[in-house]
């Protein structure tokens, strides 16, 4: 495809910057960022404002990888803010990318990364913006090859319509093999073809089994350091290395954390030469240990200690298990500014945390709370979320007891954000029901009296029971979805854009069965992501949700196998480096 830098986009985009809300977003170029001539070209598309997508990590590594690549080019695209939506349909300037200004539909292939159900209807916004055909089956042979990736893909059922292929699960092997397959193949048919014959690449009109795509280690070159600057504020503007990936705790709740399966860690040195260099490429003052859960990697205290020899640079440590912070941690980041923490007890009383098999206790969470203070924090984030299995009104107060206990410790700024409980695929909890918003706001009231002392964030209930239609649905969504983003039913994660009685009206408009959906399920009953493999067998997930009901723990599968069959599926096992206490 002709894939030439356009003069004639950047020349109409010049005379609209000054018409809309920070025109920083739309300008691209940025430092650090890779403008190179190459035969075949991809554009990554995150699917939310620049703001935001340009703080996912995800679309870094898979920037890299396909820049490296000699056959390849690959630049980025971010769904405008709709001011700019306006005025670009006004002057008829198509989505572009950010490093060329080349119409999304000159690419060979457009790449989409869903990290949340709710932005289906940006997707679809995209391709419009595009000038590409929403529906697979509409596209000829001048369109791209539409493909998606990220943890939505795991049910990939409400958008297939819309996605030529799905990559699930690790993509920095997979993606090589899926761009050298649409490079050779001889139509769309073929592409398509080839593609379907690819571990962990699911084609809707051809594929009816698919398993998820491992890597076995995060390899060195995997790791971006080059890392564009943008030149607005963006949500996480800092410096980034992945630690680990993947996730041994077995919360019931967490669909990262069965998805991603099995542990991956980097050596301290190769996470101290990758921070070194990041900084020293981007220039930043912050640097962000990010996985999972960060204060698990079993050789963090030497990797925190070590960190400290990097001059005016703050530490910043991802969301922590209570019993994971230790005196050294907090110590080791006691030379930099003290940016914060954050904490996620998830329930509030002891027999619940049990019931997700949080695997930490009250003493837990308070002596690591007092750790932080004693350390020099004074700002602590708590994440709680009600609606869990079992659940009881006491449970819901206790939330408010321990944010007390918490507070008294010497906290002067503590906020906790209380969500409302989506039972995702792959989890133990798929076989759940999910509160409605109006028993949510019911139990949301329990906790009114926490506001004297806490700065408490209710999530909206509404939107977490369409965020559960979205990710539990089935391929009869894809008309509703459609018909959403032609009502601009777009950035539906956004407060500001959100409606939750349009998309009701719309559900049963298109008689979405929301009770059916998101009902109670039995072990025999069919999902519309059994054809996924997550390695994870159905008969493990089972299993511990009845362990859930009866309130018994797992063990932490870094201290004897679980069971869960990852690692006998696909031939794999943990990589540990160090002896987790």
């Given at each position: 495809?002709?894939?030439?830098?356009?003069?004639?986009?950047?020349?109409?985009?010049?005379?609209?910057?000054?018409?809309v809300?920070?025109?920083?977003?739309?300008?691209?170029?940025?430092?650090n960022?890779?403008k190179?001539?190459?035969?075949?070209?991809?554009?990554?598309v995150?699917?939310?404002?620049?703001?935001?997508?340009?703080s996912?990590?995800?679309?870094?590594?898979?920037?890299?990888?396909?820049?490296d690549?000699?056959f390849?080019k690959?630049?980025?695209s971010?769904?405008?803010?709709?001011?700019?939506?306006?005025?670009?349909?006004?002057?008829?300037i198509?989505?572009?990318?950010?490093?060329?200004?080349?119409?999304?539909?000159?690419?060979?292939?457009?790449g989409?990364?869903?990290?949340?159900?709710?932005?289906?209807?940006?997707?679809?916004?995209?391709?419009?913006?595009?000038?590409?055909?929403?529906?697979?089956?509409?596209?000829?042979?001048?369109?791209?090859?539409?493909?998606?990736?990220?943890?939505?893909?795991?049910?990939?059922?409400?958008?297939e319509?819309?996605i030529?292929?799905?990559?699930?699960?690790?993509?920095?092997e997979?993606?090589?093999?899926?761009?050298?397959?649409?490079?050779?193949?001889?139509d769309?048919a073929?592409?398509l073809?080839?593609?379907?014959?690819?571990?962990?690449?699911?084609?809707?009109?051809?594929?009816?089994?698919?398993?998820k795509?491992v890597?076995?280690?995060?390899?060195?070159?995997?790791?971006?350091?080059?890392?564009?600057?943008?030149?607005?504020?963006?949500v996480?503007?800092?410096?980034?290395?992945?630690?680990?990936?993947?996730?041994?705790?077995?919360?019931?709740?967490?669909?990262?954390?069965?998805?991603?399966?099995?542990?991956r860690?980097?050596?301290?040195?190769?996470?101290?030469?990758?921070?070194?260099?990041?900084i020293?490429?981007?220039?930043?003052?912050?640097?962000?240990l990010?996985?999972?859960?960060?204060?698990?990697?079993?050789?963090?205290?030497?990797?925190?200690?070590s960190?400290?020899?990097?001059?005016?640079?703050?530490l910043?440590?991802?969301?922590?298990?209570?019993?994971?912070?230790?005196?050294?941690?907090?110590?080791?980041?006691?030379?930099?500014?003290?940016?914060?923490?954050?904490?996620a007890?998830?329930?509030?009383?002891?027999?619940?945390r049990?019931?997700?098999?949080?695997?930490?206790?009250?003493e837990?969470?308070?002596s690591?709370?007092?750790?932080?203070v004693?350390?020099?924090?004074?700002?602590?984030?708590?994440?709680?979320?009600?609606?869990?299995?079992?659940?009881?009104?006491?449970?819901?107060?206790?939330?408010?007891?321990?944010?007390?206990?918490?507070?008294?410790?010497?906290?002067?700024?503590?906020s906790?954000t209380?969500?409302?409980?989506?039972?995702?695929?792959?989890?133990?909890?798929?076989?759940?029901?999910?509160?409605?918003?109006?028993?949510?706001?019911?139990?949301?009231?329990?906790?009114?009296?926490?506001?004297?002392?806490a700065?408490l964030?209710?999530?909206?209930?509404?939107?977490?029971?369409?965020?559960?239609?979205?990710?539990?649905?089935?391929r009869?969504?894809?008309?509703?979805?459609?018909?959403?983003?032609?009502r601009?039913?777009?950035?539906?994660?956004?407060?500001?854009?959100?409606?939750?009685?349009?998309?009701?009206?719309?559900?049963?408009?298109?008689?979405?069965?929301?009770?059916?959906?998101?009902?109670?399920?039995?072990?025999?009953?069919e999902?519309?992501?059994?054809?996924?493999?997550?390695?994870?067998?159905?008969?493990?997930?089972?299993?511990?949700?009845?362990?859930?009901?009866?309130?018994?723990?797992?063990?932490?599968?870094?201290?004897?196998?679980?069971?869960?069959?990852?690692?006998?599926?696909?031939?794999?096992?943990?990589?540990?480096y160090?002896?987790?206490?």
């Open positions: 495809m002709n894939n030439k830098k356009h003069p004639s986009v950047l020349k109409s985009l010049v005379g609209i910057l000054d018409k809300e920070k025109p920083s977003r739309y300008i691209g170029n940025e430092y960022s890779v190179k001539d190459a035969p075949f070209s991809v554009c990554l995150f699917p939310d404002l620049y703001d935001v997508g340009m996912h990590f995800g679309v870094k590594i898979l920037y890299d990888i396909v820049n690549l000699d390849a690959c630049e980025r971010y769904l405008p803010w709709p001011d700019m939506q306006k005025e670009m349909q006004n002057r008829s198509p989505l572009y990318s950010y490093e060329s200004y080349t119409p999304l539909d000159q690419f060979d292939v457009v989409f990364t869903l990290q949340y159900e709710m932005s289906y209807t940006n997707v679809l916004r995209a391709l419009r913006l595009a000038n590409i055909p929403i529906r697979s089956a509409q596209r000829g042979e001048e369109s791209p090859i539409i493909i998606a990736g990220g943890p939505c893909t795991f049910n990939p059922a409400p958008i319509d819309f030529d292929a799905f990559l699930i699960g690790d993509g920095e997979g993606i090589v093999e899926m761009l050298e397959a649409i490079r050779s193949g001889n769309r073929d592409k073809r080839k593609l379907s014959n690819i571990e962990g690449v699911y084609v809707p009109s051809i594929n009816k089994q698919v398993r795509r890597v076995r280690n995060l390899k060195r070159s995997w790791a971006p350091t080059r890392q564009i600057l943008p030149y607005t504020e963006i996480h503007d800092r410096a980034v290395v992945e630690i680990m990936r993947g996730c041994t705790n077995g919360c019931r709740f967490c669909q990262a954390g069965m998805i991603y399966r099995p542990v860690e980097r050596s301290t040195g190769e996470i101290l030469d990758i921070s070194f260099e990041a020293k490429q981007t220039g930043y003052e912050e640097l962000s990010l996985s999972l859960s960060s204060a698990d990697h079993s050789q963090i205290r030497e990797i925190v200690s960190l400290r020899e990097i001059p005016y640079t703050s910043s440590i991802p969301s922590t298990r209570a019993n994971s912070l230790t005196v050294e941690i907090a110590r080791a980041v006691e030379s930099v500014r003290k940016s914060g923490i954050t904490i007890p998830e329930a509030g009383t002891q027999r619940l049990n019931v997700i098999n949080k695997g930490i206790s009250e837990d969470i308070l690591a709370a007092k750790l932080a004693d350390n020099g924090w004074r700002r602590i984030k708590l994440y709680f979320m009600i609606g869990l299995p079992t659940e009881t009104d006491e449970d819901v107060r206790s939330i408010g007891n321990l944010i007390d206990r918490i507070k008294r410790l010497g906290f002067y700024d503590l906790a209380i969500g409302v409980f989506v039972p995702k695929p792959h989890t133990p909890f798929q076989f759940e029901s999910q509160i409605m918003p109006d028993e949510a706001v019911r139990k949301f009231k329990l906790l009114n009296w926490t506001n004297r002392f700065k964030n209710f999530t909206d209930p509404h939107k977490a029971l369409i965020e559960g239609v979205l990710s539990r649905g089935g009869e969504l894809s008309y509703a979805i459609e018909e959403a983003e032609k601009d039913l777009i950035f539906a994660d956004w407060d500001e854009f959100f409606n939750a009685q349009r998309w009701m009206d719309l559900f049963e408009e298109y008689s979405v069965d929301i009770d059916h959906i998101m009902g109670k399920k039995r072990f025999k009953d999902f519309p992501w059994d054809f996924i493999d997550s390695g994870i067998s159905k008969g493990f997930l089972w299993a511990e949700y009845l362990k859930a009901l009866r309130g018994d723990l797992t063990i932490d599968c870094r201290n004897g196998c679980t069971g869960c069959g990852v690692c006998p599926n696909f031939g794999i096992e943990n990589v540990i160090g002896v987790r206490e």
